[in-house]
C-alpha cells in the first residue's frame, strides 16, 4: 500500500531532550516535507527536500533539523525541544509535478 | 510574498449545498488543491484545478480563476460525515511548494 509512515503518533518529553520524529514513504517521491499545525496558524512548513541531499528552510525552520539521505527518508530532529514547539506534526510528499501531496498520520508532540 | 484567505466557519444543512471560497496571492503558481482534514487526523487530497475552469469529483467539484487569483470547492448533497475542515493549498514555484490557508471549518447540521 502506498503510504507516508511517521513515527511516534504520540511523544510526550521535557525540554532540552533531543528527538527524531520518523518519516518514510514508498512512493519513490522526489518532494518531501514537514509541517506544524495550530489551532489557528493553518499548516507551516518547517523543512523541505526536493531530493536526496537537497533541502531548505520552510517558513518556520528555527529549532529544527532535517536530512535527507536516502530518499525514502526524511527524519525531523529537534535538538532541543523547548514548549513553543508543542504541536501537530505531519510530514508529506509528493511528485514535484503536478501531484498531490500525500500526508503521514501525524506526530503529536508536547514539550513540557 | 503569500497570502491565501478562506472563511474560519461555515455552517450548513444536511443535504444541502456549500460553496468554500479560496482566494489567493503567491509568487508562483503550479495550480491549486483541496484537502478534507477531520479534526487530529491527516489531510486528505480531495480536487485540484490547474487551468481555470470547473473540475467535478463526484458529490465534489472545484472551481479556478487564475487572473482573480480565487478558486471555490462546491461540496453538494452534504452528509454528517463531510463535518471537517477544508483547506485551499496552492502549489508555487520549483521550491516554493504547497502553501496552505488557514483552512475552514465546516459543520453539518441535521
Known amino acids: 500500500e502506498a503510504q507516508v509512515t511517521q513515527n511516534p503518533r504520540y511523544l510526550i518529553t521535557v525540554t532540552g531532550k533531543k528527538l527524531t520524529v520518523t518519516c518514510s514513504q514508498n512512493m519513490n517521491h522526489e518532494y518531501m516535507s514537514w509541517y506544524r499545525q495550530d489551532p489557528g496558524l493553518g499548516l507551516r512548513q518547517i523543512y523541505y527536500s526536493m531530493n536526496v541531499e537537497v533541502t531548505d528552510k520552510g517558513d518556520v525552520p528555527e529549532g529544527y533539523k532535517v536530512s535527507r539521505k536516502e530518499k525514502r527518508n526524511f527524519p525531523l530532529i529537534l535538538e532541543s525541544p523547548s514548549p513553543n514547539q508543542t504541536s501537530l506534526y505531519f510530514c508529506a510528499s509528493s511528485f514535484p509535478g503536478l501531484g498531490p501531496l500525500h500526508f503521514g498520520n501525524g506526530t503529536r508532540l508536547t514539550v513540557t | 510574498g503569500q497570502n491565501i484567505d478562506q472563511p474560519t466557519e461555515m455552517t450548513a444543512t444536511e443535504g444541502a449545498i456549500v460553496q468554500i471560497n479560496c482566494t489567493y496571492q503567491t509568487s508562483g503558481f503550479n495550480g491549486l488543491f483541496w484537502y478534507q482534514q477531520h479534526a487530529g487526523e491527516a489531510p486528505t487530497f480531495l480536487s485540484y484545478n490547474v487551468l481555470d475552469g470547473l473540475e467535478e469529483k463526484g458529490r465534489f467539484s472545484s472551481f479556478l480563476s487564475r487572473s482573480k487569483g480565487y478558486s471555490y470547492l462546491l461540496l453538494k448533497e452534504l452528509q454528517m460525515k463531510d463535518s471537517a475542515s477544508y483547506l485551499c493549498?496552492?502549489?508555487?514555484?520549483?521550491?516554493?511548494?504547497?502553501?496552505f490557508g488557514p483552512g475552514t471549518r465546516l459543520s453539518v447540521l441535521p
Open positions: 493549498a496552492v502549489k508555487g514555484n520549483y521550491g516554493q511548494n504547497f502553501v
